[in-house]
């Protein structure tokens, strides 16, 4: 903005080159003066830019507007149990405190372990609401149900950041109760990276707040996972990949990310299965709603109907049903290389035979990561978890709701199996916030998939540890 002065004088400038000249007769009544109008210097692209970005935010100041902030963000993963599961870390509190969470694209509620909890929560990270100067107590109960365990404790409101971006009014649960081996250590809790339709506690999820408010440069959120399971001397937590939100890393993936529609109002992240093909044949599979498969970030394996998972293993020499605890798995020889795509409307993507093969429990028989899964209620009929996940980048659209699938890159692939120090927690600057909408009261969670997994887990727990299903 010029000032009074500067502008008094500029105009002196313009009505006549001679202002600070000799004094000279004043002009006859009526006589007219010529005005000058100086030649503007032409801008470059770059200047026009910087000069339009400055104009807007000058005047949205001098009308007292607010400037809306966008940014992107990045967190790094940590791998758990050669792929069991993968987690990040969030900050809670003021001042802000770390807690390693699952990042689960299956549910859509935050909770963390509180100073509390008095079961299955040893050797973490406890959240104190008496250290947060911000904390909200709701006052309102909290529980959860998944199929490997469960969770209960009261809803609360803080800030919380992840990522360099923050919501102050975060509602969550601080959980004094933890089903035993549901949290591993040093893992903390959950953030739930659903929809708000089917949380819990009511809430607005943090990334949904985010998203819808503006915040993020692209309404976007993706995922590149690393791969241990057939790794050497493979540590209990390695590199797990990356979490970014507000634009994809094009290092990550090659060619063009294949973007995919959500078919219902969104609720899980759900597209429908169109193809799938094992060892070069193709499976019949139902089309329209009994095709739907929730892709799901939380889910360590693939489970899928009955009928379609046998005729999975039946194009597999020497396959087996599972028995005890494994039962609704398949056995097969090890020495077979299983190889299984799976489409959802666009390309076709292939499953790495080493992540099909879940584990081994004999010299010479393997179990298959596709299980037998019967949902109940409006849960869709499949689960593609992490199995599918480690083989392609993928992208989770706010608007249009869609999932994205692209080839990875040697650079993510690189990462693969080397042996490395997992990151760090991070508490980073906060380049963006967003204020959440009014939610919460909560009602007792439904099972997660509707399905009794007790003996389904005891099975995986006893080979790679407790995988979050």
């Known amino acids: 903005m010029l000032s009074s002065s500067t502008l008094a004088l500029s105009c002196l400038l313009i009505v006549s080159p001679n202002v600070f000249a000799a004094p000279s007769l004043v002009p006859a009544a009526g006589q007219s003066i010529p005005l000058v109008r100086r030649a503007?210097?032409?801008?470059?692209?770059?200047?026009?830019?910087t000069w339009a970005k400055n104009e807007r935010e000058v005047l949205t100041a001098k009308y007292g507007g607010n400037m809306e902030k966008r940014s992107t963000g990045t967190?790094?993963?940590?791998?758990?149990?050669?792929?069991?599961s993968y987690f990040g870390t969030v900050a809670i509190g003021t001042p802000p405190v770390s807690?390693?969470?699952?990042?689960?694209?299956g549910s859509s509620d935050l909770w963390v372990a509180d100073q509390a909890c008095t079961t299955g929560c040893s050797k973490i990270q406890l959240y104190n609401d008496l250290s947060s100067s911000t904390f909200h107590n709701l006052s309102e109960p909290f529980d959860i149900q998944y199929g490997s365990g469960a969770a209960e404790g009261t809803l609360g409101q803080d800030v919380v950041q992840m990522a360099g971006f923050s919501v102050p009014n975060q509602v969550f649960a601080a959980v004094t109760q933890v089903t035993s081996g549901l949290l591993e250590p040093p893992v903390s809790g959950l953030l739930g990276l659903g929809w708000q339709s089917i949380a819990s506690s009511k809430a607005?999820?943090?990334?949904?707040?985010?998203?819808?408010?503006?915040?993020?440069?692209?309404?976007?959120?993706?995922?590149?996972?690393?791969r241990f399971m057939n790794g050497s001397n493979v540590n209990t937590e390695e590199p797990g990949g990356s979490f970014t939100m507000g634009f994809v890393n094009s290092s990550l993936y090659t060619g063009s990310i294949d973007y995919q529609a959500?078919?219902?109002?969104?609720s899980y992240w759900i597209l429908p299965m169109t193809s799938l093909t094992v060892q070069g044949s193709s499976i019949s599979i139902p089309s329209g709603s009994s095709s739907y498969s929730a892709i799901d970030t939380g889910t360590t394996l693939v489970g899928g109907p009955s009928s379609v998972i046998q005729s999975i293993f039946a194009q597999i020499p020497g396959s087996q049903p599972g028995t005890g605890n494994w039962q609704g798995y398949y056995t097969y020889p090890c020495t077979t290389a299983v190889n299984v795509s799976i489409s959802f409307g666009g390309p076709s993507w292939p499953i790495s035979p080493a992540d099909f093969q879940l584990t081994k429990i004999s010299?010479?028989?393997?179990?298959?990561?596709?299980?037998?899964?019967?949902?109940?209620g409006t849960a869709p009929n499949w689960i593609v978890g992490d199995t599918f996940l480690k083989n392609v980048y993928s992208v989770f659209r706010y608007n249009p709701a869609?999932?994205?699938?692209?080839?990875?890159?040697?650079?993510?692939?690189?990462?693969?199996?080397?042996?490395?120090?997992?990151?760090?927690?991070?508490i980073g600057s906060v380049s963006a916030s967003a204020t959440a909408g009014t939610g919460g009261g909560s009602n007792s969670a439904p099972h997660r998939w509707g399905v009794p997994w007790a003996p389904l887990v005891g099975g995986i727990s006893a080979a790679i540890g407790a995988a979050w299903m």
Request: aromatic residues 10%.
């Open 99 to 105: 807690f390693n969470v699952i990042l689960d694209t």
């Open 40 to 49: 503007q210097p032409e801008r470059t692209v770059a200047e026009w830019e």
């Open 402 to 426: 869609a999932v994205g699938f692209a080839a990875l890159s040697n650079t993510a692939t690189a990462m693969n199996g080397v042996n490395a120090a997992p990151p760090s927690a991070t």
């Open 204 to 226: 607005t999820p943090f990334w949904q707040t985010l998203a819808s408010s503006g915040a993020w440069s692209n309404p976007v959120m993706a995922f590149q996972l690393t």
């Open 262 to 266: 959500v078919p219902t109002t969104p």
């Open 363 to 376: 010299s010479s028989q393997c179990v298959g990561a596709f299980f037998e899964l019967n949902t109940g």
């Open 75 to 84: 967190n790094l993963l940590t791998n758990q149990n050669a792929d069991s």
